[in-house]
């Protein structure tokens, strides 16, 4: 009888590969799969990946619902910060929900409540008192008024010494704001290599007689270096006028940052406070980085007059992509001139523009808004061909009509010699308009499209194929899927459940949430790398990735 003696010892090194040697893609894409008890749970079993896991895991954090001590958001801050592996990992961070609340007992023990702390704030005392303030009252000299007779003061300088202090007394409110935003500051310098910060305020005016007792400011004041303030790439700032305009440092400058978005939802109940806050603070923000930005976007949902704006940013020396987003009505003949001139200035070096046009949030009945090329896509600065322009998106609003799809192809047709990448959306077209426009777009030159049509037939795809061979993503919305009109097609099906597309070189197209999908499609000689469908009305591909 033969004898079979297994060993269970073997060499480790060998056999497994080590956690740390794996490409951080691959954790990352673990880490999506995992909840938080999970990853704790890991530090007993496998600690290097579980540092691996928690550092990616926390690359962009996110803040939520900030509302004064003891709340989620405060909490989650104070356990990034006490995470010295973790707080060096955050590079994009986004405060959402901005707006503090506090909730604390008065010194006979009842609750205070946020509208007793506004009556408290409202009655504020102030006070006055005598302090040092000292001021030199200087002769005038010939060389400055020589029309005078030079003054013979018997000591030289007149010193007139003075005193006056202005000082307030606190309230509660007040204190336990300042104390947060402290800590908040505090916990943005504990982040020394985050290069993204995402800050939203609420869209609605502040209540308060007093703007700074709902606001908070989480950016440091002018004179104050910060670890983030040499890292910071990318700064967005979006909501209400009175709350960002508190937030945007008036003399301070990042060194690297690149990208700017402002976006503004609401505003002052005098509109021309926006129009201050605009001019004053936000144009010269832009102007001091003028040297570093690439992208800028401004976005206003409400009826804004931005002449200022552009006619104070000057020129941004480096500025690639510019994003646009404007009411969906005829804007004022300062504003448009103001705004070519802008693209005139930077027409050179724009390699990547979007356009949207939203409807105003400012207005119970909206201007009707039509696009007429003659009156516009024919007009300064709509008229404008940007040379060296790459990437281009239309967002248009309102219900797709003649006069919106002759602008479009008029505008998309001064830049076909260029374009890449071309985005359509609130456009939907039949098969004969979008047979005009691959007429004057289709080349070789285009990689991506996204468009929105009436009708998806096979033979869309077949005439895609055709006219642009070098595209490479292709999104394609629509309203109803066509039936096969001869042998010659491929199949076009409609079934109740997910189809797979059959497309050559691609192994399976990404196919989700839509009642009409289609199977069974070859398309041959046609190297597409992504085609996403969706039946309109269904969440759009932004919003599938976020879920992702």
């Known amino acids: 009888m033969s004898t079979f003696k297994c060993s269970s010892s073997y060499d480790s090194t060998s056999t497994l590969v080590s956690t740390c040697t794996l490409p951080d893609h691959l954790w990352s894409y673990i880490c999506r799969f995992l909840t938080n008890e999970q990853i704790r749970q890991m530090y007993s079993i496998n600690q290097p990946l579980y540092r691996i896991s928690m550092a990616l895991r926390y690359r962009e954090a996110s803040i939520g619902k900030l509302q004064g001590a003891g709340s989620r958001g405060t909490a989650r801050c104070a356990a990034i910060a006490k995470n010295f592996r973790l707080r060096n990992n955050v590079h994009s961070l986004s405060f959402k929900v901005t707006r503090l609340s506090f909730d604390y007992e008065s010194e006979n023990g009842t609750h205070v409540t946020d509208a007793a702390m506004k009556r408290i704030s409202n009655s504020a005392f102030v006070k006055l008192a005598v302090s040092h303030w000292r001021s030199k009252a200087q002769p005038p000299t010939p060389s400055i008024a020589p029309q005078f007779p030079p003054s013979n003061p018997a000591s030289g300088s007149v010193t007139i010494g003075r005193s006056l202090t202005l000082s307030r007394q606190k309230t509660r409110e007040q204190v336990a704001r300042d104390g947060i935003t402290a800590a908040i500051r505090e916990f943005l310098s504990s982040l020394p290599n985050l290069t993204n910060l995402d800050i939203h305020f609420p869209n609605s005016i502040c209540p308060s007689s007093d703007e700074n007792d709902s606001t908070i400011v989480l950016l440091q004041p002018p004179g104050n ?266 199949v076009l099906v409609d079934p109740t459940a997910g189809g797979i597309l059959k497309i050559p070189n691609v192994p399976m197209v990404n196919t989700w949430q839509f009642r009409h999908d289609m199977s069974v499609l070859v398309l041959g000689n046609w190297n597409v790398g992504e085609l996403y469908l969706r039946k309109i009305g269904d969440r759009s591909w932004e919003e599938y990735k976020m879920d992702q």
């Not at 009175?242 to 503004?264: C, D, G, N, S």
């Not at 359509?424 to 990689?447: A, H, V």
């Open 225 to 490: 270096e910060t670890p983030y303030g040499t890292t910071l790439k990318s700064l967005t700032i979006t909501g209400s006028v009175v709350a960002w305009k508190q937030l945007i440092p008036h003399h301070y400058e990042w060194p690297r940052l690149e990208t700017f978005r402002v976006r503004i939802d609401s505003g002052h109940e005098n509109p021309n406070d926006d129009v201050y806050a605009i001019r004053l603070i936000l144009a010269p923000f832009i102007r001091r980085h003028s040297k570093t930005l690439k992208m800028l976007s401004i976005g206003s949902k409400i009826d804004q007059d931005l002449t200022s704006l552009y006619d104070g940013i000057g020129c941004l020396l480096h500025l690639e992509t510019l994003e646009i987003e404007q009411p969906s009505f005829t804007p004022s003949k300062n504003h448009t001139e103001a705004l070519g001139q802008f693209l005139i200035r930077h027409r050179d070096n724009l390699t990547s523009f979007r356009w949207t046009f939203v409807t105003p949030s400012n207005i119970a009945a909206p201007q009707t808004f039509i696009l007429h090329p003659q009156e516009w896509f024919e007009q300064p600065p709509y008229n404008l061909q940007l040379p060296r322009l790459r990437q281009m998106a239309l967002t248009l609003p309102g219900t797709s009509n003649l006069s919106f799809f002759e602008g479009t192809n008029l505008y998309c047709a001064r830049h076909a010699s260029t374009l890449t990448h071309l985005s359509l959306n609130g456009l939907i077209m039949s098969l004969t308009q979008l047979q005009e426009l691959l007429l004057l777009i289709g080349s070789k030159r285009l990689e991506s499209l996204e468009i929105s049509l009436e009708v998806l037939t096979s033979a869309v795809l077949i005439n895609l194929s055709t006219k642009c061979p070098s595209l490479q993503c292709l999104h394609l919305a629509y309203s109803s899927v066509g039936r096969q009109k001869s042998l010659t097609e491929p």
